[in-house]
């Protein structure tokens, strides 16, 4: 167990819908990133988020979003899913740079 | 921007040694990191290396050079359960990692 806490594990949803995904860091981690998985894909960094605040984006969508909140768990927020939306979408989280980053378990995503 | 490579797939025999090998190009970086990930399981972390040089940790081991754009992985006495994806990345600053694609080992008795 990394420590870090992602929900829901699975979602079923359909296109065009909006969901949002949580993530809780580990205790005392300031850094929280998300990752998109698609099948047989890489991790793609999408965004990180530092004591609340964006620190780095990535390859991420004008639809997803995301934020921190001040106790510094992070939402990242999906709107219009397409099909393609469908993958593993992973939160990690540190206590600041050049740290190791933990990994949550992930929350699959599948857009019917 | 950064670009990373490693090859997809490699295979192994148990109590093998293996060597995963992963170049990148980018224009500067903080460390290089490699996690282990089982098939729909979270990527762990296995090692970091911000020098160049080898880093030994039990049967994994990392080397980076920086001036050669270069790291491997090393596995040695390797164990049906490290069939995984090995995953290189970059940490370009501010725990921003930049992964490559994988490379996904088979280790057959």
């Known amino acids: 167990d990394s420590g870090v806490t992602q929900t829901p594990k699975h979602l079923i949803t359909a296109t065009g819908q909006r969901v949002t995904l949580r993530c809780s860091p580990r205790s005392g981690d300031l850094s929280v990133y998300w990752y998109q998985q698609s099948l047989d894909q890489g991790l793609q960094f999408l965004i990180q988020y530092y004591n609340g605040e964006e620190r780095a984006k990535g390859n991420i969508l004008e639809r997803f979003s995301a934020q921190q909140f001040p106790d510094l768990h992070s939402e990242l927020n999906l709107s219009s899913l397409e099909l393609g939306d469908s993958a593993l979408y992973f939160c990690?989280?540190?206590?600041?740079?050049?740290?190791?980053?933990?990994f949550g378990q992930g929350t699959r995503l599948t857009v019917v | 921007g950064q670009n990373i490579d490693q090859p997809t797939e490699m295979t192994a025999t148990e109590g093998a040694i293996v060597q995963i090998n992963c170049t990148y190009q980018?224009?500067?970086?903080?460390?290089l990191f490699w996690y282990q990930q089982h098939a729909g399981e979270a990527p762990t972390f296995l090692s970091y290396n911000v020098l160049d040089g080898l880093e030994e940790k039990g049967r994994f081991s990392s080397f980076l050079s920086r001036s050669k754009g270069y790291s491997y992985l090393l596995l040695k006495e390797l164990q049906m359960k490290d069939s995984a994806s090995y995953l290189c990345a970059l940490n370009t600053g501010f725990q921003k990692l930049v992964f490559g694609t994988g490379t996904r080992l088979l280790v057959s008795p």
């Open positions: 990690a989280s540190s206590v600041q740079g050049d740290t190791e980053a933990f």
């Open positions: 980018t224009s500067g970086f903080n460390g």
